[in-house]
């Protein structure tokens, strides 16, 4: 079965950084495209990145410029770089896949087959 599991998270100062994770088993991962959304307490959950199975990007515009979306398919992971951390960066991040070979850029979390279970974020001020 496809599981995704992410890791990486954990609690940072403002202004530091951390490197998310999204390993991914039971599916062809080269030809998923993969996103991350994240979910803050009391919020709906909200998309942050996408990558397109050939490598094209596509991120929040409040996390452009911070945060970057990356993949090895050598490895079947998925990366979230999170650079310049903010306290309204908390939230648990998820990371989710798409299959069929997809070119658009998915920001939609109904557009996702699969989820991971989360890794959490925490930043202080």
């Known amino acids: 079965q496809v599981q995704l599991v992410e890791s990486g998270g954990g609690l940072v100062q403002a202004g530091g950084s951390l490197r998310l994770s999204c390993a991914a088993s039971?599916?062809?991962?080269?030809?998923?495209?993969m996103g991350w959304f994240r979910q803050a307490p009391g919020k709906q959950q909200e998309f942050v990145a996408t990558?397109?199975?050939?490598?094209?990007?596509y991120s929040a515009d409040s996390v452009k410029g911070r945060f970057t979306i990356s993949r090895d398919n050598a490895k079947n992971t998925l990366y979230l770089q999170l650079n310049s951390l903010k306290p309204e960066d908390t939230a648990i991040y998820y990371c989710?896949?798409?299959?069929?070979?997809?070119?658009?850029?998915?920001?939609?979390?109904?557009?996702?087959?699969?989820w991971g279970q989360g890794t959490q974020v925490t930043v202080s001020s």
């Open positions: 989710a896949a798409a299959g069929g070979y997809n070119s658009r850029l998915l920001t939609r979390r109904n557009e996702y087959d699969y």
């Open positions: 039971g599916l062809t991962f080269s030809s998923y495209a």
């Open positions: 990558i397109t199975w050939s490598g094209s990007t």
